[in-house]
């Protein structure tokens, strides 16, 4: 069931973190409750949402939601810091960029290879943003780019990008400061395939408690 592939993948996730001494902090749960509630705009408008759409109450909400994100956080943060795997994100992109220069469309290479799942199959558009929205690594490397020019592999949080320079639509009126672009993506860490790895080799026991039965 839900429940139990659920229960079972927080049991993996804490495991982990706990042999390699990955901790959320109630700092960092308290910072990420404040954030939250001014994106609600207010602590009431926060736990009506929570109760109407969880059941939940707020403790209930930090402990289920906001203390795994986190987790999952740290522990992406510390495979990024993983040399191994950094290495391996490197040799990858390096690959993809040299194919693009080597004649590959970027579109194709996209659809091939990018890990954004989001937009692959959209030939890696990103859409049209302000400038501000994406992180600032990503923006200054677009922004040294000509209209359809590729950057070369460009690094930030989310791993390790090309990017691809677009035109803005004609559709609609936009602003000059707007930006519009595409990326293929390869991450230094995948959460979801490692999590589903894991599991692979786990091994889970599931244990009933049948009712009495009277004699």
Same mark, same amino acid.
């Given at each position: /069931?839900?429940?139990?592939?659920? =229960?079972?993948?927080?049991?993996?996730?804490? %495991?982990?973190?706990?042999? $390699?001494?990955? /901790?959320?902090?109630?700092? =960092? &749960?308290?910072?990420?409750?404040?954030?939250?509630?001014? %994106?609600?705009?207010?602590?009431?408008?926060? *736990? /009506?949402?929570?109760?109407?759409?969880?059941?939940?109450?707020?403790? @209930?909400?930090? %402990?289920? !939601?906001?203390?795994?994100?986190?987790?999952?956080? @740290?522990?992406?943060?510390?495979?990024?810091?993983?040399?191994?795997?950094?290495?391996?994100?490197?040799?990858? &992109? $390096?690959? &993809?960029?040299?194919?693009?220069?080597?004649?590959?469309?970027?579109?194709?290479?996209?659809?091939?290879?990018?890990?954004? +799942?989001?937009?692959?199959?959209?030939?890696?558009?990103?859409? !049209?943003?302000?400038?501000?929205? =994406?992180?600032?690594?990503?923006? @200054?490397? #677009?922004?040294?780019?000509?209209?359809? +020019?590729?950057?070369?592999?460009?690094?930030?949080?989310?791993?390790?990008?090309?990017?691809?320079?677009?035109?803005?639509?004609?559709?609609?009126?936009?602003?000059?400061? %707007?930006?519009?672009?595409?990326?293929? #993506? &390869?991450?230094?860490?995948?959460?979801?395939?490692?999590?589903?790895? *894991?599991?692979?080799?786990?091994?889970?026991? =599931?244990?009933?408690?049948?009712?009495?039965?009277?004699?």
């Amino acid at each position: /069931t839900a429940v139990a592939d659920r =229960m079972v993948a927080e049991a993996i996730v804490l %495991d982990f973190a706990n042999r $390699n001494s990955i /901790t959320v902090s109630q700092q =960092m &749960i308290d910072d990420e409750e404040a954030q939250i509630v001014q %994106d609600f705009g207010s602590v009431a408008e926060l *736990e /009506t949402f929570i109760k109407q759409n969880y059941n939940w109450n707020l403790n @209930q909400f930090k %402990d289920k !939601v906001i203390g795994p994100y986190l987790r999952r956080q @740290q522990i992406e943060a510390w495979f990024q810091q993983n040399s191994s795997a950094q290495e391996a994100a490197v040799d990858s &992109i $390096n690959k &993809i960029y040299n194919e693009i220069k080597n004649g590959l469309a970027f579109e194709e290479a996209a659809k091939k290879y990018s890990q954004d +799942e989001t937009n692959a199959l959209y030939d890696g558009y990103l859409g !049209v943003f302000e400038k501000g929205v =994406m992180v600032p690594e990503f923006e @200054q490397a #677009l922004l040294a780019l000509d209209l359809g +020019e590729i950057s070369p592999p460009v690094q930030t949080i989310f791993g390790w990008h090309i990017i691809k320079r677009e035109s803005l639509p004609t559709d609609q009126e936009y602003k000059e400061s %707007d930006l519009a672009a595409s990326h293929i #993506l &390869i991450k230094v860490f995948d959460f979801d395939k490692w999590l589903q790895e *894991e599991k692979g080799k786990s091994k889970v026991w =599931m244990f009933i408690k049948l009712p009495k039965v009277e004699n």
